[in-house]
């Protein structure tokens, strides 16, 4: 018996050991350190239809007009804060090295309204039109900066739905928009 509660003992040991190595491993990460970075961050607001919407934006040092603009979108519950983060200011990195910009809106529901069939994406009983808001931002970006309007990309894959919008010189293309009714991505808007 006592053979039995000792193997039982420290089963619940190693158990709780395993849990605990787990917990520190796969959900606490801490942040990645700041990288030496060249320009600057912008934290902004954007109000449409009677909600405010918040975004990033990084300008690499000598940023020009003209310059492609990458659009970062965060995963489900997150915030274009997060995805910054977690992702090692890579694309910061990256915009330093070649001179676009890069933005990282957040979404105001904890899914993109991305044309699906599943998701949370009401907010204050309402759905909202993630792709009109990105489309506003687009355009505002680029008046305000002079970032070339070019293609964006629409991407789904294993029921997420990961949007970059790449905007760089010479290239044209359309950007998706939904198709409320049928809860399926329907027509385009040309740049």
């Known amino acids: 018996m006592k053979q039995i509660l000792r ?41 449409l239809n009677g909600e405010t919407y918040t975004y990033r934006l990084y300008l690499p040092k000598g940023f020009t007009k ?3 603009l990458v659009m970062v979108l965060h995963g489900s519950g997150q915030n274009g804060a997060q995805i910054r983060t977690e992702t090692g200011y890579g694309f910061e990195r990256l915009a330093d090295q070649h001179g676009f910009g890069v933005v990282y809106p957040s979404g105001k529901s904890f899914d993109w309204n991305d044309c699906s069939k599943t998701g949370d994406f009401l907010v204050n009983g309402r759905e909202l039109d993630d792709v ?35 905007l760089s010189a010479g290239i044209t293309g359309s950007f998706s928009r939904c198709g409320r009714s049928v809860g399926q991505c329907a027509g385009s808007r040309q740049f």
């Open 66 to 68: 003209g310059a492609p």
């Open 7 to 47: 193997f039982i003992l420290t089963g619940l040991i190693v158990l709780l050991a395993s849990a605990a190595g787990l917990f520190g491993y796969l959900i606490y990460t801490p942040e990645p350190a700041m990288p030496a970075l060249s320009g600057t961050l912008t934290k902004a607001t954007l109000e």
């Open 132 to 166: 009109q808001y990105l489309n506003t931002l687009v355009d505002m970006l680029i008046a305000a900066q002079g970032f070339v309007p070019t293609p964006g990309v629409c991407h789904r894959r294993i029921g997420r739905w990961f949007y970059v919008l790449a």
